[in-house]
């Protein structure tokens, strides 16, 4: 048995609200005993029949029983005392399923019903005491109609000219149906990583609505670019959020039994436990959205305040990216190409966390003859994997587990080895052993090229080795692309010109986000059809890369780091600050978005 969609308001329970069903009926019994008009007794009416003129015959006495009027008033005060029962359950009911105050809802709804039958009552003219009556419960009504559809999206308000319509073409089921019509409007299909589709059998009303948003929100999220699509499942406001960039935007509202449904049927299609909401679990699927194929991977975990379910959306072409498409100057470009031939040699790629490093380690690969190389990547998790390599999750936790896995693979002799994240200082030893007769291209966490230089040669504690194999050093952040069709151009001030070196360029104009969004004549928001309103699109990197030439490495075997960052600025390396200018002057983002970007933690 299907339950009514709560687009129609909460079903009416027989066992909701038993204290104001008893306290209405008694009432309302009361009001039909009151509604039938006393028989007058059979007799004479009165009068004298002499009391009468000649010609004129006095009336026949009155006879006992119920007039026509009297037989009117039971089933209009039925009907209205009916309705009474109806709303107040219903909105017993409706409380919990939009969330609304329960403790204070309901006895507003018992009293406006007792007040509306008392005006019917208490004035002694039935006929105005009615419409009073129909007029006190009917205002009074639409004040909770108000809040309740305040709280929730429109498909799912009542008392509205759709939801009127959806009366008129089918009632409870209208809602359900525009659900399917419209999730057959979008282009989402699931298919699993044993290539068999996946698919949501709803059960009931609000599992098909859940079916329906987690297409409709998994492919806004695709075409919106967000990076993960995330549902915050608690009883007091359920909602949906897109991570874009580094930004989190909410993305609605969600009514607790639809996102109930949305984290069970999500954790069905990743093929985890739909019932358990405290114990973290993942899972991963496929989808392709609209001709592009993305990579799913779901995580839930249950908080103290509810559950929270993540879908990370990776499109699987666009994480293809290839050296051209990093946003590497071309001298950089070319040095870094350079730098991945030399055999043996060694490129340390660093960054921060979440700043695209695993990315440009993955391009690196790429750009390597994977066909005739025997090339292998150690990562603390294999969430991509690039063709023709053998991707091995590694776990420097572990410590002699980790070692001992390295070493195991190193006996094989790979021609290129590729390392995300290295910190442990035992690999780290083995690693710069291997540089010493293959190709390396490692990454650290830091925040510039002399950090992560200070960094591995603090993991190794012997510069010399690290100096011989080296060949270049890059570090780089991720900075968001402003929209073209918002950004505002403006006139910078000329002395943050001359403190940013600027001024010698004669730059006239810079850009940045608009300060307000744009209305149109009638003072409405205007929806950017490019940004959505949210200032940027896309993001490119950043990067600052350090030459490694012969002189360098003998500052390096002396361990001079101090003084070689120096010596690279005269080869003409480029810091972050200044390679940020440089997309600020092209217009490709805004002063604030660099600074926020090359800030360190």
Request: hydrophobic share 45%; proline share 5%; aromatic share 6%.
């Amino acid at each position: 048995m299907t339950r009514p969609s709560q687009a129609e308001g909460a079903p009416l329970r027989r066992t909701g609200a038993p204290l104001a069903a008893a306290l209405v009926a008694a009432t309302a019994l009361a009001a039909l005993a009151t509604a039938l008009p006393a028989a007058e007794p059979a007799g004479d009416t009165g009068l004298d029949p002499a009391y009468y003129p000649t010609g004129i015959e006095a009336p026949a006495p009155a006879s006992g029983g119920i007039s026509l009027v009297g037989l009117l008033q039971v089933p209009l005060l039925a009907g209205f005392v009916a309705g009474v029962l109806y709303v107040v359950n219903w909105v017993f009911a409706d409380t919990r399923f939009v969330g609304a105050d329960r403790e204070r809802w309901s006895p507003y709804a018992i009293v406006l019903g007792l007040v509306s039958l008392a005006a019917v009552l208490l004035v002694p003219w039935f006929y105005v005491g009615l419409p009073l009556g129909l007029v006190v419960f009917g205002g009074g009504a639409l004040v909770y109609v108000g809040h309740r559809n305040a709280k929730v999206t429109a498909p799912l308000r009542v008392m509205t000219a759709a939801h009127l319509a959806r009366l008129g073409r089918g009632g409870k089921g209208a809602a359900a149906k525009e659900a399917r019509e419209g999730a057959a409007e979008l282009d989402v299909t699931f298919i699993g990583y044993d290539d068999i589709p996946r698919t949501i059998e709803a059960e009931d009303v609000h599992e098909d609505r859940a079916r329906y948003d987690i297409e409709r929100t998994v492919q806004e999220g695709a075409v919106r670019g967000a990076s993960i699509v995330g549902y915050l499942v608690r009883p007091q406001k359920s909602e949906v959020r897109y991570r874009i960039g580094s930004d989190m935007v909410a993305g609605g509202e969600l009514e607790l039994p639809v996102a109930e449904a949305i984290s069970r049927a999500v954790k069905r299609l990743a093929e985890l436990d739909p019932n358990e909401t405290r114990k973290p679990q993942e899972g991963r699927l496929r989808a392709v959205i609209a001709g592009r194929t993305y990579d799913l991977r779901i995580k839930t975990s249950g908080t103290v305040r509810g559950e929270q379910v993540a879908i990370r959306l990776r499109d699987m072409a666009a994480t293809q990216f290839r050296i051209e498409d990093l946003g590497l100057t071309e001298d950089q470009a070319v040095a870094l190409r350079d730098a991945l031939q030399q055999r043996p040699g060694l490129v340390l790629l660093s960054g921060p966390k979440n700043s695209g490093v695993t990315t440009t380690l993955h391009a690196c690969l790429r750009h390597l003859d994977r066909y005739i190389n025997n090339v292998i990547a150690f990562e603390p998790k294999v969430d991509l994997t690039v063709e023709n390599v053998e991707h091995i999750p590694l776990d420097q936790e572990d410590g002699p587990v980790a070692v001992s896995e390295v070493r195991s693979r190193l006996r094989h002799e790979p021609d290129v080895v590729g390392f995300d994240s290295l910190y442990d200082v035992d690999v780290a030893h083995m690693l710069a052993e291997a540089a010493q007769e293959r190709s390396l291209v490692l990454t650290i966490r830091a925040g510039d090229t002399s950090q992560a230089l200070s960094r591995l040669a603090a993991l190794l504690g012997d510069t010399s080795r690290l100096a011989q194999a080296l060949q270049v050093v890059l570090t780089q952040r991720l900075v968001r692309l402003l929209c073209p069709e918002c950004k505002e151009a403006y006139r910078p001030n000329p002395e943050f010109l001359r403190k940013a070196n600027l001024a010698a360029q004669a730059v006239d104009t810079l850009y940045r986000p608009p300060a307000r969004p744009k209305v149109n004549e009638d003072g409405q928001v205007v929806v950017c059809p490019k940004c959505r309103n949210q200032r940027y699109v896309g993001r490119t990197g950043l990067f600052e890369l350090m030459p490694i030439d012969q002189e360098a490495r003998d500052m390096i075997a002396r361990g001079a780091l101090a003084d070689l960052r120096t010596y690279c600025r005269k080869l003409g390396m480029r810091n972050l600050q200044e390679e940020g200018l440089r997309l600020v002057t092209d217009g490709q983002t805004s002063v604030e978005e660099v600074l926020r970007a090359i800030k360190v933690d």
